[in-house]
């Protein structure tokens, strides 16, 4: 007789042969992305010494979700997903080679960085709704929480490797070449991708006219704000994404300014991060039903404030690492939570939409988070904004157990609740 095992779902959800191998390719690509966004983060810093500039930098990545998310939530419920995904990835594959010619060509600037940041942050505006939507099309839906713990752990695993590798590059080669691996990371991912096939979900979609995506876009904003548990969900992540996430696009600033270490501080501080997430991913994997997740994840948001302050409130380096590790893992659990709840309760017919909802807050709201709290260090300094953006998230907290009853009966649900009409 066989006995289950905590390890059952993981294995369950990676004996999907296209799910693996979507997987390793996960691997590659993500590893190369933390590699660039840590070399852009110190690159900026190098280049200005500004936390208003690293908020500008972190702004120009992350904000053009914002601005595209309601045409990318309506695309990704219109094309085949499958394709969208590699041609994502060839447009990456372009930014990593630009960015790699005139940062080993010394013609870099940080108005080019900023240029390029914003295109690359276009790009992935499109892919992110894309690549959430894609995972149900290739697992089963019982192992549908455990991919998507598998995805956390992956790139979270590789925010632990990539900052590492970058580190390693910068310091012996040049930030030049730390592009050019994220460069070669999508190589290896379009071949990957070249031998994906999905088997759990329809990759065309039906042709339907431009002149009806307004009103596609309206449905799906329409939905997610009635429905009783996405609805305060978002409202939660928006906030904690706002006042705790940006704390990661400053740690170049806490490197050098706050803790005198440089880029090797930096890769630390990063990996350190990187370590508690990946461990964060690695526990919701293998919980693998979504039974109980929303208390865990309103729960995630008291232990991230809590932590925050600690590492915002030491210059103590190795008294912060801890804590910024403690800060990554409750930020998994925070996002990855809400997204498993999300995928488990949206409509299929609005995923996409729902889902670019999601992407557009998880990326859009650190964006202006970053800007504001780079922008008032050049005034108070870099810990006291991060500080207060902690209490806010205790705030949250405090509201998110009042609605927690009515969230666990709307998302924790055997059949998703579908759209009106």
């Not at 192992?143 to 012996?172: E, H, K, Q, Y």
């Amino acid at each position: 007789m066989k006995f289950p095992t905590r390890l059952d779902p993981i294995r369950s959800a990676l004996a999907h042969r296209d799910f693996r191998l979507f997987s390793a390719g996960n691997v590659a690509s993500h590893v190369g992305t933390w590699v660039q966004r840590m070399s852009v983060g110190w690159l900026a810093w190098e280049l200005t010494h500004s936390g208003t500039w690293l908020g500008i930098i972190a702004f120009a990545d992350l904000f053009p979700t914002v601005l595209l998310a309601p045409i990318t939530g309506a695309v990704a419920d219109r094309v085949d997903r499958l394709r969208a995904v590699k041609t994502i990835q060839a447009l990456n594959l372009v930014q990593a080679v630009l960015l790699a010619g005139f940062t080993l060509t010394g013609a870099i600037t940080i108005e080019i960085l900023l240029v390029l940041v914003a295109a690359g942050g276009s790009v992935l505006a499109f892919g992110q709704p894309v690549r959430l939507a894609i995972v149900p099309s290739l697992v089963p839906r019982r192992d549908l929480s455990a991919a998507i713990g598998i995805n956390s752990l992956i790139f979270n695993g590789a925010r632990f490797v990539g900052p590492m590798v970058a580190g390693f590059l910068i310091v012996r080669y040049g930030i030049g070449w730390a592009f050019a691996f994220n460069a070669a990371s999508f190589v290896v991912f379009l071949a990957v991708l070249s031998r994906v096939r999905l088997e759990h979900g329809e990759s065309r979609r039906a042709a339907r006219a431009i002149r009806s995506m307004p009103g596609e876009i309206a449905e799906g904003y329409a939905y997610a704000a009635r429905h009783k548990g996405i609805g305060p969900m978002l409202a939660i992540l928006t906030i904690v994404a706002l006042c705790g996430r940006p704390v990661l696009e400053l740690l170049p600033g806490f490197a050098d300014a706050v803790f005198g270490r440089g880029a090797e501080g930096l890769a630390w501080l990063t990996s350190a991060a990187g370590l508690g997430a990946m461990l964060g991913g690695l526990w919701l994997a293998q919980r693998g039903a979504v039974a109980g997740l929303t208390a865990t994840t309103v729960a995630g948001i008291a232990l991230l404030g809590a932590v925050l302050i600690g590492f915002a409130a030491t210059d103590a380096f190795w008294l912060a690492l801890p804590c910024l590790a403690v800060a990554g893992f409750a930020l998994i659990v925070v996002g990855v939570g809400e997204q498993t709840l999300l995928q488990n309760a949206v409509d299929p017919g609005l995923r996409g939409r729902v889902m670019s909802l999601y992407g557009m807050i998880n990326r859009g709201a650190p964006a202006i988070g970053a800007l504001i709290m780079g922008s008032l260090s050049s005034w108070i300094g870099l810990q006291w904004p991060v500080i207060g953006g902690a209490a806010i998230c205790l705030l949250v907290w405090l509201w998110g157990r009042t609605r927690r009853a009515a969230m666990t009966s709307a998302l924790e649900t055997d059949e998703p609740a579908r759209a009106a009409g």
